[in-house]
């Protein structure tokens, strides 16, 4: 890979005309019906907000939390499932309307589109007035099946109210750029692409806007890499992209180098000319002809693995795809789609099925059954997927143990799978918390271990009285009831005071077998743990004693209000 | 953090003079940075280092990927440690450890939640770790199978009873995909190496807190692997 970022002085990427109709998932369900026009709305994926509607935003709710805060937030909210196959279904007429004006559009995703401005924009009279042509053709569109009319012209920043349908256009150089101008609804004149985008926050390079995208499909580099240029001090994008390209390459490997090309407002892959042959498309015939969408959507995934199968044994990656169909009338359908980083199969199958719904849909207007399905790479980059990381490990690596756990939650539950969090307490249960598999890995807030926010090296402060270590190796949970008995054959007890009774000395009714009763070889104790003691209803007192059973076994044995249990074994 | 990744290989701390072959400081200086330079895990490498004297038992220092490796104890005798042990050496190699626990009444032979904080304590990397609890019976080689498929460690608590055709379609399973099978427990069918924990060395009391510390674990090896079979008597820390 060169090294070369854009150059700030040389010529800008192509123009391009950027539509984005916000909070589309939103938009499409209140079309369909699914959705009250009247109460805020969120749309989510897999527990958390996705997209939330207009008056959603304006209550506080924010995409990636939990459905329940937004709940909390936004009484009466209604939630619905994410359904991309059917935004996609209501976006074909929109990407229709916007093929009148020019043929080579790309899809980004349902809501968001891009053509190149040079054609279209000389023929309609300048860039502004293309947008408004556009946009207004969008709403038409958009808007013909919905219940009410059409909101706003180009610019409208306004949410609209019953079904009216919000869309914004913005040109500028480079689809990253246009992408933020559509944001604002302005025009970037030209060759002031890089100084439209010195003034905007790191935070845009991640990837989402605010109606997300696929958060699944995104390199994971790219979430993080705003956080920590924000931690380096470099807050805006022209402060990252004064940076000189070779140091960020150094630091920053591959995505650093793409999120640092778009920074400076060029583009994350230029394109390589005549690197993508027409050997390298792959299609597929159809007989018989397909009219279900069931069945086109099962073949076309084997096709797109097929693709990007012979595509990465050349070490190319794919960013931009060309599908096509034929139907047995003779009709012909292609759309561009395009993924920000390199399609993965998954997200490439799930693309092709998005637009064979919007085909095959009533609205997509294709009379017959389909008879060849064809992919053509539009934009082929470089793999760059299987490299090691910067601290070491092998992304493939987490990919693969996040599909199988993916399948075992499938199979089992989502709480099923769980992953371990070390977090403050005094015992070795309390001391880790398990969180479900794709959940945040955090501590619980009230239990901080390691760094906490404020001036470098402030650790959270160590919990009192907490069992010394090592950690032992089984916890048993509920902890089964045993008796600890001192000398005289009297169970082990603590006073209010902490005096204890005697020394343990035997520990009968362990529950495994031949748990008949054991001699305690020395035991290490007690651990009086007084929890919550300002509390009169939650406070809890408990004795915790290590005990050496003869055979070598070691367990831990708590006492509270004189009854005894086993709650780990040091196996 | 950034996963980022380095387009050329890492720079050398300082420029180097050109090695002539006569020259012996030029040639240790030259080993020395080819030894800088080259990473910890070739792709060769069909090893899973695993550091300390369990590594020693395993035979080539540590787990063989495509594996199964039986991991057996009474409850108290340290099997446990053994193969956290054994799933910190997957994190310390850049990959996941999954372990599988099952539903209670299905057979388990050791009881109890494996500790998330002994594992931590054991060096096992938490964020390349996860469990996988309430295994039935019934689920449990579907679960497993799609565990191995991750390609790392899984550590698995066999049920009881786990017919040996079942047994062998998962070692077929982890050979196919490079990943190491621990079965904590009886494995029925023939395992690489069988590890069997038969207790501790007496439990001291520690000076300063006065907490006891379990003794070191004794472990019996039993191996199919190159090195023969035979058994032996080591100590291991745990």
Known sequence: MDVEGHDPGGPEPERMVCVWCPDWPVTAARRRGDAPTDRPVVVV??????????????????????????????????????????????????????????PRLVVERPGLLWFPARGPSRYFGGDAALVERVVAAVEDAAGAAGAAGVAGAAGAAGATGTGGVDARGGVAAGTFAARLAARRSVVVPRGGTAEFLSGWPVDVLAGGDRDGGDPAARPAAADDLPDLLRRLGLRTLGAFAALPAAAVVARFGAAGLAAHRRAGGGEAYPPVPGTAPAGWTEALELDPPVERIDTAVFVSKALAERFLGRLSSQGRACCRVVVEVETEHGERRSRTWHHEGALTPAALAERVRWQLEGWLSDEGGLTGALTLLRLAPDQVIPASGRQLGFWGGDPAVDDRAARALARVQGMLGPGAAVTAVVQGGRTPAERVRWVPWGEPREPHPSRPYGPVPGPAGREAPPWPGALPGPAPARILDPPPAVELLDAAGRPVVVTARGEVSGAPTVLRGEPWPGGGGRRVECSAGPFAHDVRWWDRRARSRRAYWQCALEGGVVVLVGVARGRATLEAVYD | MVAASLPSPLPLPSPLPPPTSADPSSRGRLRQVAGFATPVVRAVDRILPVAGPAGALLGGGGLRRGSVVEVAGTPGAGATSVAIGLAAAAGAAGEWAVAVELAGGAGSPVRGALGGLAAFEAG???????????????????????????????????????????????????????????????????????????????????????ALVPGVVRIRVDGRGEEGGGSRRISAAG
Request: some cysteine; aromatic content about 4%.
């Open chain 1, 45 to 102: 994926e897999r527990g958390r907000v996705r997209v939330t509607s207009p008056e959603a935003r304006a209550l506080g709710v924010r995409p990636g939390m939990r459905r329940r805060e937004a709940e909390a937030c936004a009484p009466g909210v209604a939630v619905l499932d994410a359904d991309p196959a059917a935004d996609a279904r209501a976006f074909e007429p929109v990407a229709r309307a916007v093929e009148a004006f020019a």
């Open chain 2, 124 to 210: 096992v990397a938490l964020e390349r770790f996860a469990v996988v609890r309430g295994v039935t019976r019934e689920r449990w080689p579907a679960v497993v199978a799609a565990l191995l498929d991750c390609g790392g460690v899984v550590l698995a608590e066999t049920p009881r009873g786990l017919p040996p055709t079942v047994a062998g379609r998962l070692a077929a399973r982890a050979r196919q995909q490079g990943a190491v099978l621990v079965a904590l427990g009886a494995w029925p069918a023939g395992a690489a190496r069988r590890l069997r924990a038969s207790g501790r060395a007496a439990a001291a009391a520690r000076g300063g807190d006065g």
